[in-house]
T-cell receptor, first 112, second 115 residues
């Protein structure tokens, strides 16, 4: 059974700092990995999608890496801003069926 | 692009009531829609997968007679919580995907509170 773990559970940083969020998964036979952002009481916004054949994806100040063999992914946020404050969720796709297994998330607070 | 609309955003009702939640893909056709449930400080848990025109596939432990899913068109899926009880109170989120290997796009969720 696939399990996804995100560390740390919460992170507080000053504005402007670069930071890394971690995600690990137990079954390396994944189809893809996706990073999401969730604001309080809201749904999910897709940030980056990495296919199993890829090693990283970039979008603006965000960079996500994937190491399937070790079952790890990182989300790097450069020059953090208060508007980046949210919960960041990592999810892996099982097989080719698009089903996603989520971690519990990392709650990020960026202080002005 | 790729907007998913979920309605209502919040429901408060008495125990025993049935509640319907709608999930619409506004600017794309969704061959597959997913329904998730999220308890406070927990992960999103997949409840069921629905494909247009066919029966939904439920995850283990999810009662299909309690959580009725209909995916009548390529832009609309509905989840009906029948005879809801306080333990059904949760945050329900839908997502939609255009095709295999495409990202899932999520609605804003529905906060269901059963008194």
């Amino acid at each position: 059974k696939q399990e996804v773990t995100q560390i740390p559970a919460a992170l507080s940083v000053p504005e402007g700092e670069n930071l890394v969020l971690n995600c690990s998964f137990t079954d390396s036979a994944i189809y893809n990995l996706q990073w999401f952002r969730q604001d309080p009481g809201k749904g999910l916004t897709s940030l980056l999608l990495i296919q199993s054949s890829q090693r990283e994806q970039t979008s603006g100040r965000l960079n996500a890496s994937l190491d399937k063999s070790s079952g790890r992914s990182t989300l790097y946020i450069a020059a953090s801003q208060p508007g980046d404050s949210a919960t960041y969720l990592c999810a892996v796709g099982r097989g080719g069926s698009e089903k996603l297994v989520f971690g519990k998330g990392t709650k990020l607070t960026v202080n002005p | 692009g790729a907007v998913v609309s979920q309605h209502p955003s919040r429901v408060i009702c008495k125990s025993g009531t049935s509640v319907k939640i709608e999930c619409r893909s506004l600017d794309f056709q969704a061959t597959t829609m997913f329904w998730y449930r999220q308890f406070p400080k927990q992960s999103l848990m997949l409840m069921a997968t629905s494909n247009e025109g066919s029966k939904a596939t439920y995850e283990q432990g999810v009662e299909k007679d309690k959580f009725l899913i209909n995916h009548a068109s390529l832009t609309l899926s509905t989840l009906t919580v029948t005879s809801a009880h306080p333990e059904d109170s949760s945050f329900y989120i839908c997502s939609a995907s255009q095709a295999l290997n495409q990202p899932q796009h999520f609605g804003d969720g529905t906060r269901l509170s059963i008194l």
